[in-house]
């Protein structure tokens, strides 16, 4: 079949993993009767000048040093917005909601018929051979081990994730020890993220299921310590002055939608430096090009021919990837979701 | 219309995630009447798919609560928009980024349906619930949730049935359409924009008195010497600017595609305690010639009794 028949300009797949934003408490480990909302505080900070100084400035400060101490000495004044545990709490409380829906082999939208065919074959064969299991588990692993708190995870003494199923047909809940599960990798075998697994797999695989989860996920942090909303981008933030601006919803310190997002499909450990212990940088959130934003690299790079694109490409046709891996990782770009439309020209 | 048996179906409070926010091509906001309507037809569309012959024939909207994605610091003139960091491109560079207004959203619908019998109500019911978790989005938002949908029966003129309906929908704001203030503006010599921009702007003067104090005051433009109401910038619908034809990858090959330019007009938030009668918030798909509006049948009384020429393309630039 020539290529130019069936190329989709447009083709776009809506995520199937759908996060809500999520919402930060205070509480206390030992008694969780009282959950009250966070908010966030404004501060104002005298800070110091720590950043380097430009060339023609250090050349300056040879010639007459006391510029540089006028320099280091005038006050670096910020005003930030910041948010932490009451006195009393140790405890943060985050909570969201996750819902997996099914219906991929159809692309939310696509104006080349042929290519839409040969995609649904391919997606259905993928379903038919792996059903989604193995996406299902990471996913799982990623509730379990609560990498959805990102900064708030670190130096956490115990973290404990409550999840319930809140489907009409589904009752079920689950509660994870967070330590009990790496973020290096997926080997772990566990009941019951075993459990949780199935029902997201089955939901994925499904013509057009859903699966509401809710999540509430414990953090012992310790009294009054400072906790991590996301952080809002603003670009143009006018004269106000405020040089770090939170995420709250109507009074409630927040993480935002994307962020949870990002960290549930951290489960690609498929790229080829994965394999490479001086680069390795464990698992990365799927991604069309495999790009780690704080590390600012791109991990599959067309160029190695690892990319999203240039598998999806062949697959869809009916061709078959060499590596199982690679099939996985496509259908997780799906899963995330996108728009893939080929320039036909 | 007095008289008749409206079958309604009402979705409370939806809560809509990142929806788009661009209520016209010009302003953000609320989000554009065609959403909405669009949404409609397309759970509806999805429920046909699932045999269930249901026609949804007009459809309004209630906004209890939005939050736009704006932020603005104490001492900043304008607002700006919270943007979103797209993923980094194939080299690893910050890719650019794209300004998009999102909101989030505290909805209610209420949908007029027809060709569904009493007994086959729960199936519909049932099958609303499932596609809006399962398939739909809103005004490109994700559908976080909502409360269970049920049906009503109106009757136009009976008042326990009105009464019954706004207590479903209060506290919150029907969309109403006001293309009659453009029309009113403009047949007194104003062009499109400046009618629009009038009722929108705040105007700030400032007084000195015999002291040398002086005192700022704001108004907005007033209807009557009264408040005009809430008046806000939406779009209603398109205009056909090409001839239906074939373009180059447009989204569906099979459908006829033509080029339009979006028809901004004046809409109203009113709270639902104070119409009159249900058709006063229902909207309606209408098309005719170029146009593909979505308007309301009290709009259409209106313009009729002024104009007797129906083509009457009250804001459009």
Redesign the interface.
């Known amino acids: 079949m020539a290529r130019k028949d069936n190329v989709a ?2 083709l776009a797949f ?1 995520k199937k993993l ?1 996060t ?2 999520g919402y930060m408490f205070g509480t206390q480990w030992d008694n969780r009767t009282q959950i009250v909302p966070l908010a966030l505080q404004e501060k104002s900070v005298r800070g110091t000048i720590s950043n380097r100084f430009k060339k023609s400035d250090v050349q300056s400060f040879e010639k007459d040093p006391t510029k540089l101490n006028a320099k280091v000495e005038s006050a670096n004044l910020q005003r930030v917005d910041s948010c932490a545990l009451g006195l009393e709490q140790d405890t943060l409380n985050l909570q969201f ?1 996750v ?1 997996v ?3 991929i082999t159809q692309p939310s ?1 696509c ?3 042929l290519f839409k065919q040969g995609y649904s074959a391919a997606a259905n064969t993928y379903i038919a051979e792996q059903g989604f299991t193995e996406l299902a588990r990471r996913y799982a692993g990623n509730i379990a081990n609560a990498r959805f708190l990102w900064r708030n995870r670190v130096g956490a003494e115990q973290i404990e994730v409550q999840v319930k199923a809140k489907n009409n047909s589904i009752e079920q809940a689950w509660t994870f020890d967070a330590y009990q599960f790496s973020t290096k990798d997926f080997d772990s075998n566990n009941e019951q993220t075993d459990q949780l697994a199935a029902q997201i797999a089955k939901v994925l695989a499904s013509e ?3 699966l ?1 989860l809710e999540v509430s996920c414990f953090v012992l942090v310790g009294k009054a310590q400072e906790v991590y909303p996301s952080e ?11 040089s770090k ?1 939170l995420y709250d ?2 009074g409630i310190a927040a993480m935002h ?2 962020k949870l997002g990002n960290a549930l499909r951290t489960i690609d450990t498929w790229y080829p430096e994965f394999s490479d212990p001086e680069t390795n940088a464990g698992p990365i959130a799927i ?3 495999g ?3 704080n590390l ?3 991990y599959r ?2 160029k190695d021919k690892q ?1 999203f694109y240039t598998f999806f490409d062949n697959w869809a046709r009916g061709e078959k990837l060499s590596r199982v891996e690679d099939e996985h990782y496509v259908m997780a770009t799906l899963v995330r979701g996108g728009v893939f439309g080929e320039s ?1 020209k | 219309m007095i008289g008749e048996v409206k079958k309604l179906l009402i979705i409370p409070h939806i809560n809509v995630h990142n929806a788009n926010a661009l209520s016209s091509p010009y302003t953000i906001g609320f989000p554009a009447m065609t959403a909405w309507l669009g949404a409609v037809h397309a759970l509806q569309r999805q429920l046909n798919a699932h045999d269930i012959p249901v026609v949804f024939s007009a459809a309004g909207v209630v906004s209890h609560d939005m939050d736009l994605q704006t932020y603005k610091g104490e001492n900043d003139f304008v607002r700006s928009i919270v943007g979103t960091g797209n993923p980094l491109d194939k080299t690893g560079a910050r890719s650019a980024f794209i300004e998009e207004a999102r909101c989030h959203l505290d909805v209610s619908l209420v949908i007029q349906f027809d060709n569904i019998t009493i007994d086959e109500r729960d199936n519909l019911l049932d099958a609303v619930s499932h596609l809006l978790h399962a398939k739909m989005k809103m005004a490109g938002g994700d559908i976080r949730d909502f409360q269970p949908p049920f049906c009503i029966n109106s009757e136009e003129g009976v008042t326990e049935d009105l009464i019954k309906l706004q207590r479903a929908l209060m506290p919150g704001y029907a969309l109403i359409e006001r293309r009659d203030l453009m029309i009113d503006a403009m047949e007194n010599g104003a062009d499109a924009l400046d009618a629009l921009i009038d009722y929108l702007a705040i105007h700030h003067q400032c007084d000195k008195d015999e002291d040398g104090k002086v005192t700022w005051s704001s108004s907005r433009k007033t209807l009557n010497n009264k408040p005009a109401g809430w008046i806000v910038p939406i779009a209603t619908g398109f205009h056909g600017i090409s001839e239906q034809g074939k373009a180059k990858n447009q989204r569906d090959p099979d459908t006829p595609h033509r080029f339009a330019e979006s028809i901004v007009t004046l809409g109203e938030f009113k709270m639902p305690h104070r119409i009159k009668s249900i058709e006063d918030i229902l909207w309606r798909y209408h098309q005719e010639g170029d146009l593909y509006l979505c308007q309301q049948a009290a709009q259409v009384a209106k313009a009729k009794k002024r104009d007797p020429e129906p083509h009457s393309i009250e804001s459009e630039f």
């Open positions: 300009s447009v809506e759908v809500s934003d909601s819902k829906i099914g219906g939208a104006n080349n018929a057009d299921d859903f509401l809002e981008l603003v670009l143009d933030k006018g004269k106000g002055g405020k601006i919803v109507k939608s994307q991604e069309p090009y790009a780690v934003t600012g690299k791109a790079t067309p990319d036909d």
